[in-house]
């Protein structure tokens, strides 16, 4: 019993992490208990912070992720105190915390926010890069600049974002759906970006405000070497920014997407050589599927599903993520999620006395709003990261505490293409089944708005562009309003929705 356990060897609060959603913890720790200990175990020399955090509605937020030297952590809070070392193995039975500095932590409450580690196609060749935090971002950097052509195999928000940053390189993008962005989009909302992908890119882009990424002035600054096993935490939004993602060509972009394929085999050079097959040129036109020979000689092949081949300087290897578990798990009887997660209940609490979980490294197993879904993005960390820090606090002093008003509604705010995009709840109709109807608005270039209905409610919607529709579409979702006798006139816009519900 936790009670009787005595006062010495109560420990501390421990958190392991410095991704956003183990510092957001952290700071509500430090906050909560301003004469305790925290501490913040991280294997990277720097941390993510959120900054310049803007509540754009009810549930809507925006933020900016500055990377800092964790000393910055530990001078706006001077009671969290940052342990720059890996986790070696979590002792559950003993509340205690082994880290590969040989030291041992000792916990009161412990929350594990870990994160995730890429989800390579292939282990160990060098020719394959999977993009996941600062260091491998600058590594395809650093690739990029002597690449004539990639190959990028995945169709999640990071491949989404490549695809239009990359320059002066042909892009050959294989992905196993339909359409691109499949996380996000449906077939027409996609086909909306195409257009865009496909067309030369617009010299002005979205301004933004967030800070430069760098780790390596701290890096020297630490004056440790980093494991190259330690995964950094994730990358936040707007990770491409600063980076230079130039190949050595003179044109703007060149794109040629494979569709309902995935990737069968990998060969290195000399093994094709061997192989005595063939590879095919970058496709020219694409209308035509002109299978021609390539004659050029690559360091690296792929051939798909679809029985092409293609030859390429490297490989970018965007195919998700998998929750970080492994530390944690040798000793300790954990429940995993389906997708290798931590589960945890509405409180954030795994299955082990005195351990929480938030962010990519935990499964949502309790039972969610009906518009509500859990994403490994950097929303949902922020959002864990503060509420199992309001969880530890209610348990620790005995108090009860209500579910988060974030988990009501799914909300999450980006940008792709230099597009903004927001999706709201049930936005691609997740778990409706084929009792829903959609509703489309779309201006070539400009905006696409999309929403989902069922029995003249609305639950979800997917805003591409500047619509100004957020917020009255977020409370027409969690208001449940009749909307059957707007019939198609709900998104028509000759009519402001936003005077009709504000």
């Given at each position: 019993?936790?009670a ?6 109560a420990?501390?609060?421990v958190v392991v992490?410095?991704g956003i959603?183990?510092?957001t913890c952290?700071e509500?720790?430090a906050i909560?208990?301003?004469?305790e200990?925290?501490?913040l175990?991280?294997?990277s020399?720097v941390?993510k912070?959120?900054?310049n ?5 009810k ?7 500055e990377?800092?030297?964790s ?10 105190k940052?342990?720059?070392?890996g ?5 559950s039975?003993d ?14 409450k412990l929350?594990?926010?870990a994160?995730?580690k ?13 993009i996941r ?12 600049t ?7 195999i ?5 491949a989404l974002?490549?695809v239009?940053e990359?320059?002066g390189?042909e892009?050959?993008?294989?992905i196993k759906d ?5 996380t996000f989009f ?8 195409t ?5 030369e ?6 301004v ?5 990424y760098?780790?390596?002035g701290?890096?020297?600054e630490?004056?440790?070497?980093t494991n190259?096993?330690?995964i ?7 990770w491409?920014?600063g ?5 050595t060509k ?16 990998i060969?290195l050079?000399k093994?094709?050589k ?6 095919l ?19 690296v092949?792929v051939?798909?599903?679809n ?6 300087d490297?490989?970018v290897?965007a195919t998700?993520?998998?929750?970080n578990?492994?530390?944690?798990l040798c000793?300790n009887?954990f429940d995993?999620g ?7 209940d ?9 351990i929480y979980?938030?962010g990519d ?6 039972q969610?709003?009906p ?6 993005l950097?929303?949902q960390?922020?959002?864990m990261?503060w ?8 348990a ?8 988060d008003?974030?988990f009501e509604l799914?909300a999450?705010?980006?940008?792709f ?7 709201l709840g ?6 409706l089944?084929s009792d ?5 608005r ?8 999309k929403v ?5 409610r609305?639950m ?10 957020e ?7 969690l208001?449940?309003?009749n909307l059957s ?6 998104l028509?816009?000759?009519?402001d929705?936003e005077?009709y519900?504000d």
């Open positions: 019993m936790e009787a356990r005595p006062h010495s060897t420990g501390k609060f992490g410095g959603a183990g510092v952290a509500q720790l909560n208990f301003p004469s200990d925290i501490l175990i991280t294997a020399p941390i912070a959120v900054t955090f803007k509540q754009v509605s549930v809507l937020e925006e933020f900016d992720v990377e800092q030297p000393t910055m952590l530990e001078n706006r809070f001077p009671n969290i940052v342990i720059e070392s986790v070696k193995q979590l002792k039975e509340h205690c915390v082994l880290t590969e500095d040989g030291s041992q932590h000792v916990y009161r929350c594990l926010c994160g995730a890429p989800k390579l196609i292939c282990e160990g060749n060098p020719y394959v890069l999977g935090d600062t260091d491998s971002a600058q590594e395809f950097q650093k690739q990029l002597k690449a004539k052509r990639i190959m990028i995945g169709n999640g928000g990071i974002e490549l239009y990359v320059e390189c892009v050959i993008w294989a339909k359409a691109i962005g499949n449906d077939a027409g909302a996609a086909e909306f970006l257009s865009e992908l496909i067309a890119k617009p010299g002005s882009k979205i933004h405000k967030r800070t430069r760098t780790t390596e701290t890096k020297k630490a004056g440790t070497k190259v096993s330690n950094g935490s994730a990358l936040g939004p707007d491409h920014e980076l230079n993602l130039k190949g003179e044109f703007s972009h060149k794109i040629h997407i494979e569709t309902m394929c995935e990737v069968k085999k060969y050079q093994e094709f061997i192989s005595k097959k063939k590879s040129t970058f496709p020219r036109d694409h209308h035509i599927q002109s299978l021609t020979t390539d004659k050029e000689i690559w360091p092949y051939e798909l599903t029985g092409k081949i293609f030859g390429c490297f490989i290897s998700g993520v998998i929750p578990t492994e530390p944690f000793g009887n995993l389906e997708d290798g997660g931590l589960k945890v509405d409180h954030m609490h795994t299955s082990l006395p005195d979980a938030a490294i935990c499964t949502a197993s309790w969610p709003s518009f509500w879904q859990q994403m490994r950097w929303t960390a922020r959002q990261g509420y199992a820090a309001k969880c530890m606090a209610a620790t002093l005995g108090d009860s505490i209500d579910m008003f974030s799914f999450h705010v980006t940008k293409f230099n597009y903004k995009v927001v999706l049930k936005y691609n109709a997740q778990s089944g829903h109807e959609l509703m489309l779309c201006t070539k270039g400009q905006e696409y708005i989902v209905m069922q029995n003249g609305m979800g919607a997917v805003l591409i562009g500047d619509t100004n529709l917020e009255t579409f977020e409370n027409l979702i208001n449940q309003m006798s707007y019939g198609e006139h709900l028509d816009p000759n009519i929705i005077d519900f």
